[in-house]
């Protein structure tokens, strides 16, 4: 049976309970009402939570080098981007180690090679590190069944940064909610704390995720 990896930050640990903060390093799947465990009862798949919380878009990529080696063809790669400007974990050790960028950026040397182009635009909702993140990963996954996705609404593609025009046409169809579940949400009301999903939140993201699933028949 195939498996669902889901990388990010605290949205997909299952951030947004009352004092969930308190319960980092209990769960090794994430929260247990987090949306990629909600996924996990809709589909009847194994999830493989790997949302750190105040991840940054770097070490997400670094995440998924480092479990590329297990992945097989017929498992499925979500991965929702945080905020481009993040740039390390702030809240202590989080529950699995968490590579550093320069770890990222050794491995990741030769797959860059020709990706990066020397014109690439960057403004002040997009860091190179962030750019180098998310293509090197389309480069690394694009043999998978995979999707992008944002928790942000300031992160989008069309005014962020351009990679390269080609890279970015072959995968159009990889992404799902551009402008972030944060907007989504936050017109329902089902945003907690500090910009977090609340319980409906994360059962939103959840039912929107497994739709999106189903589209790309990936289920």
Not at 66 to 77: E, G
Request: charged share 15%; glycine share 6%; aromatic share 12%.
């Amino acid at each position: 049976m195939s498996s669902i990896w889901i990388y990010g930050d605290s949205w997909v640990y299952g951030a947004g309970e009352p004092n969930w903060i308190k319960t980092l390093n209990t769960y090794t799947n994430g929260q247990p009402n987090s949306w990629p465990n909600r996924l996990a009862t809709i589909t009847n798949k194994e999830i493989i939570n790997r949302g750190v919380p105040s991840n940054n878009n770097l070490n997400i990529a670094a995440n998924i080098l480092q479990d590329s080696v297990n992945f097989s063809k017929k498992d499925i790669i979500i991965v929702m981007w945080t905020c481009p400007s993040r740039f390390s974990v702030m809240h202590g050790e989080p529950r699995e180690s968490t590579p550093d960028s320069s770890f990222f950026l050794y491995k990741t040397c030769n797959i860059m090679t020709g990706i990066i182009p020397h014109n690439i635009y960057t403004n002040s909702n997009m860091d190179i590190n962030t750019a180098i993140a998310m293509s090197s990963t389309l480069s690394i996954l694009k043999d998978f069944n995979f999707i992008f996705t944002s928790g942000f609404t300031n992160f989008t593609i069309e005014n962020c940064f351009l990679i390269v025009d080609k890279l970015i046409n072959e995968n159009s169809n990889k992404w799902c909610y551009r402008q972030g579940f944060q907007k989504v949400l936050h017109t329902q009301k089902l945003i907690r704390d500090c910009g977090h999903p609340n319980i409906k939140g994360h059962q939103l993201i959840a039912f929107l995720m497994y739709k999106e699933l189903i589209k790309r028949n990936f289920i």
